[in-house]
């Protein structure tokens, strides 16, 4: 099983050191423990939490490129800004921002990052105000989070200083694009899931409100 675990991993992230995916376990352990008093998946994935939630967030990871500099909005479990931070933490100069307002969640961000030893930095302030703050990204993440329009509206001030986004979105998504052609102009490319064969990481550049 941890031969294949790995495998899997190595697949959908790329080399991946025995390391990094002994952190990744510990995140999992850590996770369901977290889990059984702070809700921070639906109880039924659970039983599919490596597929489904972390080999489902590694795979942001090559769409990334040399990005160092990455902040995942409304963090939650961690999903995927934890798991970046832990296949990026071998990659010098590595800083994940995690932005997450519920205390309780902002927690479990802030120990199991402090228990790897993670470069991350937890922002337990709504997205509104973590703009405020001034932090610096070349990516933007968000999975399960919302519309992608209010995506949009939430990662315009990184997407306009030249940051791009990669944003987790299932079946409906091309409903949700439609919704923001009449407010928005972007670039963007359609990356198919290799988790789930209805959904897709979207990768926006250049965003832009429409006059």
């Known amino acids: 099983m941890t031969e294949e675990r790995l495998a899997r991993l190595q697949q959908v992230a790329g080399p991946v050191s025995r390391e990094t995916f002994q952190d990744l376990v510990a995140f999992e352990t850590a996770f369901l423990r977290w889990n059984q008093v702070t809700n921070l998946v639906a109880p039924s994935t659970l039983p599919y939490l490596w597929e489904r939630h972390i080999i489902d967030s590694a795979q942001i990871l090559p769409i990334g490129g040399d990005a160092v500099s990455w902040v995942d909005l409304g963090s939650g479990g961690g999903l995927p800004g934890i798991i970046l931070a832990i296949l990026l933490k071998p990659r010098a100069g590595t800083m994940v921002h995690l932005v997450e307002s519920n205390r309780k969640k902002a927690a479990f961000l802030q120990s199991v990052a402090g228990q790897l030893e993670l470069p991350v930095r937890v922002h337990a302030v709504r997205i509104e105000e973590a703009v405020k703050i001034g932090i610096e990204a070349q990516i933007?993440?968000?999975?399960?989070?919302?519309?992608?329009?209010?995506?949009?509206?939430?990662?315009?001030?990184?997407?306009?200083?030249?940051?791009?986004?990669?944003?987790?979105?299932?079946?409906?998504?091309?409903?949700?694009?439609?919704?923001?052609?009449?407010?928005?102009?972007?670039?963007?490319?359609?990356?198919?899931?290799?988790?789930?064969?209805?959904?897709?990481?979207?990768?926006?550049?250049?965003?832009?409100?429409?006059?």
Do not use: M
């Open 140 to 211: 933007v993440t968000a999975r399960a989070l919302a519309s992608l329009s209010q995506l949009y509206a939430l990662s315009e001030p990184w997407l306009s200083r030249g940051a791009r986004a990669l944003f987790h979105k299932g079946r409906d998504y091309r409903r949700e694009i439609e919704e923001t052609i009449h407010n928005w102009e972007s670039d963007l490319i359609e990356h198919p899931s290799v988790v789930e064969q209805s959904s897709v990481i979207l990768e926006i550049r250049s965003l832009r409100k429409r006059s």
